[in-house]
């Protein structure tokens, strides 16, 4: 096992749940697996099988490329559209996530308050 792969996949995916507001074990049901299994993959003590790194993606709402360390910090890597400093692409991915979960009226409230902070 790479484990140096293995521990990014694990940051990663420890990351974006985070910023999706779930716990471990709701990630784990989505993707089919034992809350203990999951809970190995993002300490970064075993690998993910190819089909189970797709599932992620799906659920955790990151490319394989990000999940696997190829882009955002790898030196070289262009920072991702919309990014603003180090940490515009996660603070935007947390508020997509939280605006995902929103109903009509809290979204209209939501782009109001943006317009006005934009001003």
């Known amino acids: 096992m790479n484990e140096e792969l293995a521990i990014r996949i ?3 995916a420890r990351e974006s749940r985070g910023q999706l507001g779930l716990t471990q074990a709701e990630v784990a049901e989505k993707l089919g697996l034992a809350h203990m299994v999951y809970s190995r993959l993002e300490r970064g003590k075993m690998l993910p099988s190819v089909q ?5 993606c799906s659920v955790l709402r990151r490319s394989s490329d990000e999940l696997l360390g190829l882009t955002d910090g790898e030196e070289g890597a262009k920072p991702s559209k919309g990014a603003r400093g180090r940490g515009g692409a996660p603070k935007l991915r947390q508020l997509t996530g939280l605006a995902r979960k929103m109903d009509e009226e809290q979204l209209d409230a939501l782009v109001k ?4 902070l934009l001003r």
């Open 113 to 116: 308050v943006a317009q006005v």
């Open 10 to 12: 694990g940051s990663a």
């Open 52 to 56: 189970t790194l797709l599932r992620m």
